[in-house]
Structure formats: C-alpha cells, structure tokens
C-alpha cells in the first residue's frame, strides 16, 4: 500500500506524482526568485530615492509588496501547471480563465499604485511647499479618471481572452461613447479644463482670487467643478469651464501690493504750500510700516481742486493689512494738512452775480 502510494508513475487526473512534484519544484523555485528579485528592487529603490522623491520609492515598494508579488506569481503557477501537466481541454479551458483574471486584476492594480506614486512624487516636486492633504486631494481626482479608463481597458481585455467577440462590443462603446459625448459635452468639457488647472496650475487650493464679482478663496478644486469660500460667508461652485475662460486674478501669488490713490487740494492754496506738499506725503508713508514710498505728483488741475496723484507700495499681500495701512496713511495727512493749514477741496460752485 505504501510502495503504490510512493509510485511516483502512478497517475492522478491524467498526471503522474512525478509531474506533481515537478510542478510543484518548479513553483517553489519561482516563489524563491521573486521574493529575491523584490528584495533587490527595494532596496534599489531606498538606495536611490533621495529625501525628495521618498515618497516614490515608498509608494513603488508598496506597489510591489501588495501588487507586484502576487502578479508574478500568478505567472509562475500559470507557466508550471501548462509546460509540466497536462489535463482535458475543460480543465485547461477553467485554469486559463483563472489566470487571465487574476494576472488582469494584479496588473491593473500594479499599474494603477505605480502611477499614483509616480504622480504624487511630481506634484510633491512642483509643490515642495504644499500640505500633503492638499496634494492627496489633487492626486484623488486624476486617480479616479485613471481608475475608469484603465479598469475598462482590463474588461475589455478579459472579455476579448474569454473567447468573445470584442469588435461588437467595442463598436456598441463606440456608438454609445459618441451619443453620451454629445450628451455630456459639457460634462466632458469641465473635465478636460480640470486637467488644464491640474497641469497649468493658475490657482491652487487656499489662493485667494477675483473673478466678475467673486472674491473669495479656493476650497476644492473638484473634476467638474471648483468651490470657493466667498468674502460674505456662502460657498461659490463654478464649473471649471467658465473658471479657465474668464480672466482672474490671483492675490495669493502678489508679494507686494502696489496702491495709487489721489487727494484734492482747494485753488486758493499757496504756491509754497502746494510744493511741499509731496514732502509732506513722502514723510507720511515712509513712517508707516510696511509701506514704501513711490512718488507723490501734482497732477492737474480740475474742475474745483488741485489733484495730487500719490503712488506706494503695501510689502503684503494681505488686504486687512492694506486696509490698516492706508487708514493710517489718510489720517496723518489729514493731521499735517490740518497743522500747515491746507484745505482739501469738494465741489463747490460759485456764482457771480453783476448789477
């Protein structure tokens, strides 16, 4: 009974014990080949990843530990059970099915952790200043346009390996693509110019912009849409359409705020008050902080007041800042015309009446 158990001739479906034991050598081997073969590239991969691209090399060598293993080994059982044993036409139908799914699921997912890692290593480069949850929601939404079209590529690909006819069914996509593009073009649109802020980057999340009549700071920058937090409270959603095709400014990349503003003086103003006049402002604004003096010009000569153009600079891009400042600019001019006794001007009219 035990000699005929040890028969290493002695067949089972088809097969002998010694082809088992072949098969399952061969396995065994190709096991121990990838997990060295991963070893190696790990450490490749930490040797070579420098402290700003660590993100990639983790992302890659997490990639491989989840995805990478098991596709290969998938391969490895495949090739050992078709070059070693042999079984019926339906059997061998069933293990090409498995592995046609298994190897297509792995490998998607191989591909789809790869480009993940890849683009958030480049957008941690672009970015070397930005919060990882603000690059994380970034890479998010071009993730899940990558996950749609890769996922469908792979069951297209299992349906065309399964035996089926593929040129119907890509012909009814083809069909049904053209009539949903029609009927979603602007869905389709949105979508395209959010890879065009995704790429081109005009404003990013936290930046605070201008368009039309919206002022406020971005929240989210979504596939079709992008929300912004508005000056009065209420969120602003706007497609990411009329976002590129309208002009905007952008406040959160200003490293100096240039301000120009104009004051009127009445024409009964003497000569020599009139030429100290710009001393007197270049002294007001050079004393504030954070403010940097331009020019202060005498302009022309209006309708009921002598104009004085005045030109500086606000070293911040905060508009709280500016306000504070040219407060305190207007407030001590008003105080050193009222101590040189010059009068500002408001429209007056005055009529002369003859006898």
């Known amino acids: 009974m035990f000699d005929e158990i040890l028969d290493l001739n002695k067949e089972y479906l088809g097969n002998t014990l010694l082809h088992y034991a072949t098969s399952a050598a061969v396995i065994l081997v190709g096991a121990a080949c990838i997990l060295i073969i991963?070893?190696?590239?790990?450490?490749k991969l930490e040797a070579g990843s420098g402290k700003a691209d660590k993100s990639r090399g983790d992302g890659v060598a997490a990639g491989m530990q989840k995805y990478l293993t098991p596709f290969l080994f998938v391969i490895v059982v495949y090739a050992s059970i078709r070059s070693v044993l042999s079984f019926t036409a339906r059997v061998e139908q069933v293990i090409h099915i498995i592995f046609i799914v298994a190897a297509t699921y792995y490998g998607i997912r191989l591909i789809l952790a790869l480009a993940?890692?890849?683009?958030?290593?480049y957008l941690k480069k672009?970015?070397?200043?930005?919060?990882?949850?603000?690059?994380?929601?970034?890479?998010?939404?071009?993730?899940t346009f990558n996950n749609i079209i890769i996922w469908a590529l792979g069951i297209i690909f299992i349906i065309s390996n399964l035996g089926f006819n593929i040129t119907a069914v890509v012909t009814g996509l083809g069909i049904g693509g053209v009539a949903l593009a029609l009927a979603s073009q602007n869905i389709f649109r949105d979508l395209f110019n959010y890879f065009v802020i995704f790429f081109d980057q005009p404003f990013q999340i936290g930046d605070f912009i201008v368009m039309d009549d919206i002022l406020?700071?971005?929240?989210?920058i979504g596939i079709k849409t992008t929300r912004i937090k508005s000056l009065q409270g209420e969120e602003v959603v706007i497609s990411n359409t009329d976002l590129t095709s309208n002009k905007i400014h952008n406040y959160k990349k200003m490293e100096k705020r240039r301000v120009l503003f104009t004051i009127g003086v009445v024409y009964q103003t003497s000569p020599e008050k009139l030429t100290a006049?710009?001393?007197?402002?270049?002294?007001?604004v050079g004393s504030v902080e954070n403010a940097e003096f331009d020019r202060a010009h005498f302009?022309?000569?209006?309708?009921?007041?002598?104009?004085?153009?005045?030109?500086y600079y606000v070293l911040s891009p905060d508009y709280n800042l500016y306000m504070d400042i040219q407060q305190r600019i207007n407030l001590?001019?008003?105080?050193?015309?009222a101590g040189c006794g010059i009068e500002f001007a408001y429209p007056t009219r005055s009529i002369y009446i003859e006898k």
Do not use: M
């Open 116 to 121: 993940r890692a890849s683009l958030t290593s």
């Open 299 to 311: 302009r022309e000569f209006g309708d009921w007041s002598l104009i004085f153009e005045i030109v």
């Open 38 to 43: 991963r070893y190696i590239l790990r450490k």
């Open 216 to 220: 406020g700071t971005i929240e989210k």
């Open 332 to 337: 001590d001019i008003f105080t050193e015309f």
């Open 277 to 284: 006049i710009p001393d007197i402002i270049r002294n007001v």
């Open 126 to 143: 672009q970015d070397k200043d930005k919060d990882i949850h603000e690059i994380e929601q970034r890479v998010r939404g071009i993730s």
